[in-house]
């Protein structure tokens, strides 16, 4: 399968705790955006990568939350003491490095559940 | 600021009978638009995308979508409802021609329901 993959599907954690997510992107894909999706509700915007650089942060990145790139291949998305708020399903997407509407295709998410 | 407004959280159609899940949009720019689908456990897939090319766009499964800058719409259509339509279906924005970054504003999202 060659579609967007992520790791892990599923991450149940304590309050507290540091977790970090994978994500690989299509291949030749040079742009990658991280969503995160609440219960009933839309996905919203954390971040977004053009190869290894990150160029836009959401202001629903707070301090805890900190992305990477290294390479401009995969992504880590790392959320440092973890609070109940943060349960929800991170989602990555990536596009071709044309036009910015291009379409985003989409991985599976990781569904994280803090305790 | 850009943002879209999906009309209806819930929508309940007969198998065969036709869908219409209705969204509205703001943009300050040309905006590009987008109807994305959601079935459980799996992840988002594109249905169909206008870009400002044919204002009657047509997508994957039957589903086309018209947009209409006079009344800010941009409205998802299928002919005949089918069983494997029941889903959750997000009307998005992109922010492309603002910032060039082409995040995406998603609505709400609609929840289909499709009866046999």
């Known amino acids: 399968d060659t579609g967007v993959s992520q790791d892990p599907r599923h991450k149940i954690t304590k309050r507290g705790q540091n977790v970090t997510f994978r994500c690989d992107p299509i291949?030749?894909?040079?742009?990658l955006y991280w969503y995160r999706q609440t219960l009933g509700q839309g996905p919203e915007f954390l971040t977004y990568?053009?190869?290894?650089?990150?160029?836009?942060k959401s202001r629903l990145l707070s301090d805890r939350f900190s992305a990477e790139r290294p390479k401009g291949s995969f992504s880590t998305l790392e959320i440092q003491r973890t609070e109940q708020g943060d349960s929800a399903m991170y989602l990555c997407?990536?596009?071709?490095?044309?036009?910015?509407?291009?379409?985003?295709?989409f991985g599976p998410g990781t569904r994280l559940t803090v305790l | 600021a850009q943002s879209v407004t999906q009309l209806d959280s819930h929508v309940s159609v007969s198998e065969g009978t036709p869908v219409l899940l209705r969204c509205n949009y703001s943009s300050s720019y040309s905006p590009s638009l987008f109807w994305y689908v959601q079935h459980p456990n799996k992840g988002l897939q594109l249905l169909l995308k206008?870009?400002?090319?044919?204002?009657l766009v047509k997508g994957i499964n039957g589903f086309e979508a018209e947009f209409k800058k006079s009344e800010t719409s941009f409205h998802l259509t299928k002919p005949s409802a089918h069983m494997s339509d029941a889903a959750e279906y997000f009307c998005?924005?992109?922010?492309?021609?603002?910032?060039?970054?082409?995040?995406?504003?998603f609505g709400q999202g609609t929840t289909l329901q499709v009866k046999p």
């Open positions: 990568f053009q190869n290894e650089a990150q160029l836009e």
């Open positions: 206008y870009t400002s090319a044919a204002t």
């Open positions: 997407a990536s596009s071709l490095p044309g036009l910015a509407t291009d379409t985003q295709y």
């Open positions: 291949s030749e894909h040079n742009r």
């Open positions: 998005v924005v992109s922010e492309a021609l603002r910032s060039n970054t082409g995040k995406l504003i």
